[in-house]
């Protein structure tokens, strides 16, 4: 019979003892009636088999003490409880033993043993084994004879059960041509050798000043128990001072800083500077809101991931790609259960489970195209997207302000973390997961939805209503403003001028139930098929566009249109793949082919129409996109300005830059697809402003090599 954890109950026939208890007279008609005697019956005695149950289903309950009590020291080798207490306790916890199943096979009364099988899991997987147990019977009842080989059948007085773990490696974060977003690095270790103090409390008090921490802290490390004298006390991780830099004949401010920093704490007498491996971010800040950081887990953490490998010493994904792919990343600790003689050899392997080392994660991101992005936006607060506009193959994501995602490897001082969250810029928001109003950019999105629906003929010229109009009097005192005049007005103009008034007039003729039809078509009011959770895109605050005005707002990306920057990518591919919506991935594949998020999106002949528009949107010269137009490659876009102000009055409204490029023939040597919106260009150029930039990244991007 198997038991887990328990034990049952047996008993040897059935002896009957007769106890008159006392008689009670009872009156009734006709005579008298004694009461009944009542009957007890006395427990035989527990027998072998289950007092090992018993026994064995303290273990689990680490209830050592009762086991002890179970035993017969002077046929133990008159093992003292806390000597028997400290051998059990050490094996069993040391493995981590849990979940145990005894089952008896057999009972010899004759020797009085009894012969069982035990199973339970470790640190290092299942064990199981067959094994005896012999009791002696006395005046007390039976009692175990307990010997090491209960806890191992191989187990020795003399033997020890030996426990070693291998810590499993991250896997490596790569970006598509293998070089490291993150993985390991070097950094260095900055402690205490207390045997080398001079003046133990003047050297800690300048050590904590130039770490930035309190010298309490400090002291608390040193007052560890495992501290003695000749001990190396890791006090704080820094930032490791290259060898280039040391000898630099032009450090820049924050180099020349380090040094000094270094040259100090080498002055302290019972300093010692070492290398440590840590996780490190080479790209910092350039792609931190994309691949994210680990943290050391919590006690949530280890209630919430219980059973899943973590230890108190690990760490754990906090965001980006590293939170994205921590199973993956990782790994998976090994560990071996094994015994030892008194000399350290080894007798017997009890379990093993092979370390398992985290996978590398290959992305389609380009290292060299995301910092050239950050490099030209940092000061700004935006975000930008870019991809293979054939593939959907994710070449960038950027957000800034942004962080540098190796301080929090290094440990964030209260100080800068405080900066980091009051900083006005919100660093450490992460702009290219939000959704926009997209002002003009929206344009040929109109156009299209127009063109499907046949509301919009595209040679129709639609007349020159000045810079401002409105449907009728009904708008009161509202009036849909432009900013250029020309003839005549048709949509390939339109797209060219960026016409307001143009598309407002559009986006009445298609009217709000075919106009919200044809955006859910293109994936409005969709979750983006995406590795990393987007937000949203939406064409109104409620499940309808309400009112006129709001209509003809939607028509050039004002109203309550707000769309994801990386929905708005995956949108302008269908100009460009004859009306199929790609999908965009993330993960690396050699062979990289396109897989649609939504097929026929529109048709071939509405996508070629869009195209030819925004291709003339960014290569005429009166073009709003005119500044990054290139001679080498045939380059299609549209700009857009989003003013996000409380009425048509109000001046004082931030404007949001847009611009959308793409390279529109499939011929194209590093074809490319990039979207940037910038926050607060107002004063700044506008659109222009965003433009000037992704022109300067397209310079890099077209100049360099694959």
């Known amino acids: 019979m198997k038991r887990n954890y328990g034990y049952r109950r047996r008993k040897k026939g059935n002896p009957l003892l007769w106890v008159a208890v006392g ?21 035989e005695e527990e027998g072998p088999e289950e007092l090992l149950q018993a026994y064995m289903a303290h273990i689990p309950k680490q209830e050592y003490e009762a086991m002890y009590q179970m035993i017969r020291p002077e046929a133990s080798g008159n093992i003292s409880q806390e000597d028997f207490i400290k051998r059990n306790s050490a094996i069993y916890e040391g493995i981590e033993m849990e979940n145990m199943e005894v089952e008896i096979l057999a009972y010899d009364e004759e020797r009085e043993a009894v012969r069982y099988t035990t199973s339970f899991d470790t640190a290092a997987g299942a064990v199981s084994f067959e094994n005896e147990a012999v009791f002696q019977k006395g005046e007390e009842g039976y009692l175990l004879v307990w010997q090491d ?18 810590k499993a490696e991250r896997g490596q974060i790569s970006d598509r041509n293998g070089r490291m977003l993150a993985g390991k690095g070097t950094a260095s270790s900055v ?13 800690i008090q300048e050590l904590a000043e130039i770490l930035g921490m309190e010298p309490e802290n400090i002291e608390k490390k040193l007052e560890a128990q495992w501290v003695k004298d000749d001990s190396f006390v890791p006090v704080k991780t820094i930032p490791k001072l290259k060898e280039t830099d040391l000898f630099a004949e032009n450090p820049d401010e924050e180099t020349q800083e380090a040094i000094e920093r270094d040259e100090k704490l080498r002055a302290i007498p019972g300093v010692m500077i070492t290398d440590t491996e840590v996780r490190e971010y080479p790209l910092g800040e350039a792609a931190a809101h994309l691949v994210g950081y680990v943290q050391n887990v919590t006690a949530e953490d280890l209630e919430e991931h219980a059973g899943e490998g973590y230890t108190a010493d690990s760490v754990i994904g906090r965001s980006g790609l590293e939170g994205l792919y921590e199973k993956e990343l990782k790994g998976q600790d090994g560990c071996r259960i094994y015994i030892t003689d008194s000399e350290g050899n080894e007798k017997k392997q009890l379990a093993v489970l092979p370390v398992r080392h985290g996978q590398e994660i290959r992305v389609t991101i380009d290292s060299d195209l995301q910092k050239s992005v950050y490099e030209q936006l940092k000061e700004d607060q935006s975000c930008s997207v870019a991809m293979n506009p054939y593939t959907g193959e994710v070449l960038a994501l950027v957000s800034t302000p942004s962080y540098d995602n190796n301080d929090f490897i290094l440990g964030l001082s209260t100080e800068k973390w405080n900066a980091l969250n009051e900083n006005e810029g919100q660093p450490l928001y992460n702009r290219f997961r939000q959704v926009w109003c997209p002002g003009s950019t929206f344009k040929p999105i109109t156009a299209a939805v127009g063109l499907e629906s046949g509301d919009i003929d595209p040679a129709e010229d639609y007349g020159s209503e000045g810079l401002s109009w409105q449907k009728d009097s009904s708008w009161g005192s509202y009036f849909v403003t432009t900013l250029r005049l020309f003839e005549p007005v048709t949509l390939e103009n339109a797209l060219i001028y960026s016409d307001n008034i143009y598309f407002a007039k559009a986006a009445l003729k298609i009217g709000a139930e075919k106009l919200g039809a044809g955006l859910t078509k293109l994936g409005f009011g969709q979750t983006l098929p995406f590795e990393i959770g987007m937000q949203t895109s939406q064409y ?11 209509l003809a707002d939607s028509g050039y990306g004002q109203g309550q249109i707000l769309i994801n920057p990386l929905h708005m990518a995956s949108v302008y591919t269908a100009f460009c793949n004859e009306g199929n919506m790609v999908k965009p991935y993330l993960l690396y594949e050699e062979k990289a082919t396109a897989q649609y998020w939504i097929p026929e999106a529109m048709s071939k002949e509405t996508a070629a129409r869009v195209l030819d528009g925004i291709t003339k949107a960014v290569n005429a010269p009166e073009a709003g996109g005119y500044a990054a137009h290139r001679d080498d490659v045939v380059l299609a876009g549209k700009t857009g300005t989003a003013e996000l102000k409380e009425s048509q009055s109000d001046t004082w409204g931030m404007e949001l830059g847009w611009f959308t490029i793409l390279t529109a023939e499939k011929t194209a040597e590093r074809p490319i697809l990039m979207v940037t919106m910038v926050e607060d260009v107002k004063g700044r150029g506008s659109s222009g402003y965003v433009v000037n930039k992704t022109a300067a990244v397209l310079e890099e991007w077209f100049g360099g090599e694959e």
């Open 149 to 166: 080989y209960l806890i191992f059948p191989e187990l020795g007085p003399s033997d020890k059960v030996r426990v070693s773990s291998t």
């Open 540 to 550: 109104s605050n409620t499940d309808t566009i309400e009112t006129e005005v709001q």
């Open 191 to 203: 402690g205490l050798v207390p045997g080398r103090f001079e003046d133990r409390e003047k050297e």
């Open 23 to 43: 008689a009670a007279v009872l009156l009734a008609v006709g005579g008298v009636v004694w009461a009944a005697m009542f009957l007890m019956n006395k427990e």
